[in-house]
């Protein structure tokens, strides 16, 4: 069965500092890989998605994540924080196993906080 | 365009009183639909999810059910709500097996 580790429930950066996000996965076959993000009181939309084409995978919003199979990684990444950027985010693995039956797993999700 | 809808936004219900919130999808047919709840510190929780009219398979035992009376439209229910069920409650869908969208959710309190 795969899962998800997001390492940090919690990261804080200042205005204009990298945003680095840390998501590892688990799956016995190859994998697709997505980062949510959810502002206050709303639904998660999608950042972004690996689905075994390019390994490093451009997003909405400036947001990017690069899948490294060595290390199991789909770390989200973004240059320069803005304070727009403040949410949470949850990495989410989805093991294609043929048939019409997809479920998601996802990691416990990680708030991001940035100051001015 | 696809979009995705439930309602409603926010409900505060006694316990023990009955439950239900819809979701229905609008610009795609046959769609796999899902239920989550995101209780507070807890992450997201898949409660149900449907592959067709009528299909309905369940992840967690618990005092709720769903149903799904049309393509596009999946209802989770309750006879008599708990405490516990209080909680964001988000409808996804997808298509092709890979990303799932998710609807603006339902926030529930039961006192």
Redesign the interface.
């Given at each position: 069965a795969q899962s998800v580790t997001q390492l940090g429930s919690h990261v804080s950066v200042s205005e204009g500092a990298l945003v680095l996000l840390r998501c590892n996965y688990s799956s016995s076959v190859p994998p697709?890989l997505?980062w949510?993000v959810q502002y206050p009181?709303?639904?998660?939309?999608?950042l972004l998605?690996y689905?075994s084409a390019a390994t490093l995978v451009k997003g909405i919003n400036g947001f990017e994540a690069e899948f490294k199979k060595s290390e199991t990684s789909f770390h989200l990444t973004k240059p320069s924080a803005h304070m727009s950027d403040a949410a949470e985010y949850?990495c989410a693995v989805?093991q294609?196993s043929g048939g019409?039956?997809?479920?998601?797993t996802?990691?416990?999700?990680t708030l991001l906080t940035v100051n001015p | 365009s696809q979009t995705i809808h439930q309602w409603p936004a926010t409900l505060v219900q006694p316990v023990g009183s009955p439950l239900s919130l819809e979701c229905t999808v609008e610009g795609t047919s046959n769609p796999n639909l899902y239920w989550y709840r995101q209780a507070a510190g807890r992450g997201l929780q898949l409660l149900f999810y449907s592959v067709g009219i009528g299909q309905i398979s369940s992840e967690v035992p618990q005092n709720l059910s769903a149903s799904r009376p049309q393509d596009r439209q999946f209802i989770l229910s309750s006879k008599k709500l708990l405490l516990s069920d209080s909680g964001f409650y988000l409808c996804a869908w997808s298509l092709n097996g890979a990303e799932q969208y998710f609807g603006p959710g339902t926030r529930l309190t039961v006192t």
């Open positions: 697709y997505f949510y009181n709303q639904g998660l939309q999608l998605k689905t949850f989805n294609n019409s039956n997809y479920k998601l996802f990691g416990k999700g | -």
